[in-house]
């Protein structure tokens, strides 16, 4: 880490734990490890040593499965960035005052909670290519809840900022995926992280000039999503959840890393649109964030 200021990275990381406060963009799906129950992987968390205090990026996503074309839509909340969300309030006004029936539909609009971190793959046993490499782990409340005690909870006098973030001599993250089945989802097997874990400090072996393109392979958190505007998840929410049409032009999908889509009913004329497009994508793999309505929106109900 020649030429960095490892003190001040550290401190800027610790002073951002705190912040949430973001900017987003365009898409990095291809970057971000994928898991499968059953397996177990090994990561260093790697800092941003050009800009620490978005090292870790936390962030709020809303995505259900189109009323209009049934296929799975996703957006950034744009609460991740300090503004307001039209889905927020709807899903909030509907809890507060409508029908039981208002309330179950409304489910499906719920906000979930998701972090991202930059990681130096020590093992990945289901794909090899990636060790060595700086990937995407991105996580929910499971792993959360252990990478936040390590760095300034109850694992931190063991731990720390300087282990956790200290990727040739300091402490892996061992991510053991455990299968299970979602109460609230019938058969549909979840994944759980709760078995991870971060291991004593050691050494991975790697030279100063490897050391320095790690951390120069970070990737931009910020990026791997698009920023979205309240007027942009307001359409969302027209289009896609009271399947009102907008009046939005057909584009054609042409981008390489296109993501997977669940399959339309076969009443529904598969046609997409500009704001299909916008908010399309690949279902989030973090399993843990998606198993209830958002705790924050259920405090603040309560405080009502």
Known sequence: MSNINIKSMFDQIKQSLSSDKKEGGNGLYKEILKFSAGNTYQVRLVPNPNSPKETIFHYYNHGWNSNATGKYVTALCPTTFGESCPIDAYYLKTYRTGTESEKEQARVLSRKEAWMVNVY???????PENEGKVKILRYGKELAKIIESALEGDDAQEFGVEKVFDVAN??????????????????????????????APSKVELSDAQLVEVHNSVHDLKAVNKQTTPAEMQRLLDE????????????EED????????EAPSSVKKTETSVE????STKDDVNETDESTDEALKKLLADL
């Open 121 to 127: 793959v020590v093992s990945d046993p289901e794909n």
């Open 170 to 199: 300091g402490s892996t993250l061992r991510i053991k995926c455990e299968s299970r089945t979602g109460s609230n989802r019938g058969a549909k097997q979840m994944v759980t992280y709760a078995s991870s874990k971060f291991l």
């Open 240 to 251: 896609h959840f009271f399947n009102l049409s907008t009046g939005s032009p057909v584009e």
């Open 255 to 262: 981008d390489e890393y296109a993501p997977i889509r669940n």
């Open 277 to 280: 497009r916008t908010f399309e």
